[in-house]
């Protein structure tokens, strides 16, 4: 048996924000998103927190677990349990940062207002092309780390410059400005640096890496703004 220690709050009730325990049992090749969908479905339907794919695709089950934000659907007990089998609790809470609406889950509009701010999408001005734009397998390769993001907020919401400046745009919305930055087919790099060298841009960054260590992709989260940093210096 596992304990697990959830932080809870429902805006629908005036007890505020509280902790709570289940005790659930598990087996070493359980993920943690099997042992909260076991207490819904057994000890208590109103509990609530977001999942969807259950394979670390869609990234809607972002929490922080032992205070590091993880994917439930992707921590493995086996990981979590102690080799001499004694009791274990593990602290569950919402993302840090963001507005709680019930239980674990978070208002993700903040995380996705910095993410439309970078503008990402291909921009292009010329004629809309009959087949695919060819790109070279170099070319590709130059932001194919960055193609990897789930947009699940680990990073932004571990970040401590986040955690103070919420207006700050987040390693997130730097990731997908590499993305398209370092995109032979786009011509939308000058006007996202732009962007990105606003007071909210990348130059608050204090190269903490929590964002790198959080992601659940293992995308290299603080190599990337290192490069638009210094996408930034020689745009000038
Ligand atoms: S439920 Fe989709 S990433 Fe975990």
């Known amino acids: 048996m596992v304990t697990l220690r959830i932080a809870r709050f429902n805006p629908e009730d005036d007890k505020g924000a509280y902790?709570?325990?289940?005790?659930?049992?598990?087996?070493?090749?359980?993920?943690?998103?099997n042992l909260l969908l076991y207490a819904k479905g057994y000890l208590d339907g109103t509990l609530t927190f977001r999942r969807s794919c259950a394979h670390g695709v869609c990234g809607?089950?972002?929490?922080?677990?032992?205070?590091?934000?993880?994917?439930?659907?992707?921590l493995l007990m086996k990981d979590m349990l102690p080799k001499d089998g004694k009791p274990v609790?593990?602290?569950v809470e919402p993302l840090k940062a963001l507005p709680v609406l019930k239980d674990l889950?978070?208002?993700m509009e903040p995380f996705f207002d910095a993410h439309r701010a970078i503008k990402p999408y291909l921009i292009n001005s010329g004629h809309e092309p009959t087949r695919e734009r060819i790109?070279?397998?170099?070319?590709?390769?130059?932001?194919?780390?960055?193609?990897?993001?789930?947009?699940?907020?680990?990073?932004?919401?571990s970040c401590p410059v986040y955690w103070n400046e919420g207006s700050y745009f987040g390693?997130?919305?730097?990731?997908?400005a590499h993305r398209f930055i370092f995109d032979s087919r786009d011509e939308?790099?000058?006007?996202?640096?732009?962007?990105?060298?606003?007071?909210?841009?990348?130059?608050?960054?204090?190269?903490?890496?929590n964002c790198t260590e959080s992601c659940p992709r293992g995308i290299k989260i603080t190599q990337a703004i290192a490069e638009v940093k210094r996408a930034l210096l020689f745009a000038r």
């Open 60 to 74: 809607s089950d972002a929490m922080r677990v032992n205070g590091l934000n993880r994917l439930a659907c992707k």
């Open 19 to 33: 902790w709570d325990t289940f005790e659930v049992p598990t087996l070493p090749t359980d993920r943690l998103l």
């Open 89 to 91: 609790t593990i602290t």
């Open 188 to 209: 939308g790099a000058a006007e996202r640096l732009d962007i990105l060298n606003d007071v909210d841009g990348v130059w608050r960054c204090r190269t903490t890496f």
């Open 135 to 157: 790109q070279s397998a170099h070319d590709r390769a130059r932001f194919d780390d960055t193609t990897k993001c789930i947009l699940c907020a680990c990073c932004t919401s």
């Open 105 to 107: 889950v978070v208002d």
């Open 171 to 176: 390693p997130a919305a730097f990731v997908n």
